[in-house]
């Protein structure tokens, strides 16, 4: 039986990875850990002293780590829908190599979404097993957050695939990091409940799929109701993905097939 | 008449407003090393992607195995070789990882890749770098290893796009050398250079470009003979000194005046030297040789500088 070229593509990132992964398993444990020692133990005793968790229903730390997690997501689907891209397009030229062979554009694409899945997926056990460790869900919780988590970083990567193929040079890598991500991660609901914000600031976490992802992550992870109905959480992240996709595959045939 | 393996009639590349390929014609047949000789810019890479099924056609016909790349590139594809104008070597892995993955591309199981690998390690002369990094290996090493990894789904046809451009004459050679092997194991070979030399020892056909058309098309010997004569005297004068033409009238087929020297093309450079000494020329030296392919190519693609 031949196995799809997407398929194969797959298997080539999974090889690469096999040779650099001792740098992002290391980030990959110690973020988390980090993260939820100093935010959720450190600050988080400040917030549960001065009546943080009434108001939250929860303690600080328990509150915290799911939004931690989908902002984990997040920053791993971003990283790598914007790196691989942009060498495979333009640093060592990967894709060209393989579109000499038998792989297609559109095999490349799939590929493409298909590896930051598996990290994105990564990211999300590892990052419950440590959720696990400091109690703040049950081992068969876990299992119910990473789906939620997982969409809400594909739905970065769809956007974000797109944005990095017609990057021209790697000044754009960064302003991701700066101009997007970063607010994203202070402003989307991850540290507090959206309400906390000026209330006209509320609506631009709507229109990010951030906000949507930490909802349906927390949602999951504490048994407590999302901000919206499930399903139009679910709807934007969705849309998000495909439309990213999309967009990311036109852009693709445009700047491989010349 | 064997089926040709690429038949290309009046096949035309444009992008945007530059037209990069222009209605070029021609025929490659199976085992045969064909050539596609042109300063930069003449579209031969251009149509070297073409065929290759990597870059889509803008117009014209082209079949490459008798098939259409626009609609069955993978399978074409599965049958090639492609050796680029850059290396396109994954740098972070090694010698072996790169022919392994290379190899994974086109499906085929690891114990086959693995044999292989083997036998193309020694073909490029590359066994005891297997497990090294490919960054730190030379210029012809690099070169060495993308042949090889051209190689690992054993194609019909290879494409060498500037195979030796930035080599140093012993990588050259020893890549020649690794060509003409292939070669006589029945692959067909298409090659573009800018090179004469390497033209004149590898290809027994080729076409001449520029500005993406082909202005002469035929063997090395039957090119020289056709555009160029079987001598050259090259003269030189004393600093200075202006020359008329027409003091050379008749000692040579053609005359070309170059600032540093003069370019007599005749058929007998013996007759031609007599004649010489029978003028009152002051000559500073005299150089004879035969005519190359580099003759017939400034000739048909000018002197000046293209960039």
Known sequence: ?258 | MTEPLVHAVDLTKRFDDFTAVDTVSFDVSPGEVFGFLGPNGAGKSSTMKMIGAVSPVTEGTLTVFGLDPEADGAQIRARLGSVPQENLLDTELTVFENLFIYGRYFDLPKTVIKERIDELLAFAHLEDRRDDLVEPLSGGMKRRLTIARALINQPDLILLDEPTTGLDPQARHALWDRLYRLKQQGVTLIVTTHYMDEAEQLCDRLVVMDNGKIVAEGSPRNLIERFATRDVVELRFPVGMQVDEQELDGLAKRVEMLPDRTLLYTDSADQTLVNITERPLDIESTIVRRSTLEDVFLRLTGRSLID
């Open chain 1, 1 to 258: 039986m031949a196995t799809s070229g997407s398929l194969l593509f797959v298997e080539r990132n999974a090889r690469v990875y096999r040779r650099t992964w001792r740098g992002s398993v290391i980030s990959t444990f110690m973020n988390p850990i980090l993260y939820l020692l100093a935010m959720g133990l450190g600050l988080g005793s400040l917030v549960d002293d001065g009546g943080g968790s009434v108001q939250l229903d929860f303690d600080y730390l328990t509150f915290l780590a799911p939004g931690l997690l989908a902002a984990a997501t997040m920053m791993t689907a971003t990283g790598e829908s914007l790196y691989p891209v942009m060498a495979g397009m333009k640093w060592n030229k990967y894709y060209y190599d393989a579109l000499a062979t038998p792989i297609s554009i559109r095999n490349i694409v799939v590929g493409h979404f298909g590896w930051v899945t598996v990290r994105i997926l990564f990211t999300a056990v590892v990052f419950t097993g440590v959720m696990v460790a400091f109690g703040t869900i049950s081992p068969a919780t876990a299992l119910l957050v990473i789906p939620p988590s997982v969409l809400g970083g594909l739905a970065f990567a769809g956007p974000i695939s797109a944005y990095a193929a017609q990057l021209e040079n790697e000044t754009g890598l960064s302003t991701v990091f700066r101009f997007v991500i970063t607010p994203l991660f202070l402003f989307s609901g991850t540290f507090y409940p959206i309400d906390q914000l000026p209330n006209w600031m509320e609506p631009v976490a709507y229109v990010t799929p951030l906000w949507h992802a930490v909802e349906t992550t927390r949602s999951a992870a504490l048994g407590i109701e999302t901000a919206w109905a499930p399903a139009l959480h679910y709807l934007v992240l969705v849309a998000f993905l495909l439309g990213g996709a999309v967009v990311a595959d036109r852009l693709f045939h445009r700047r491989l097939n010349v």
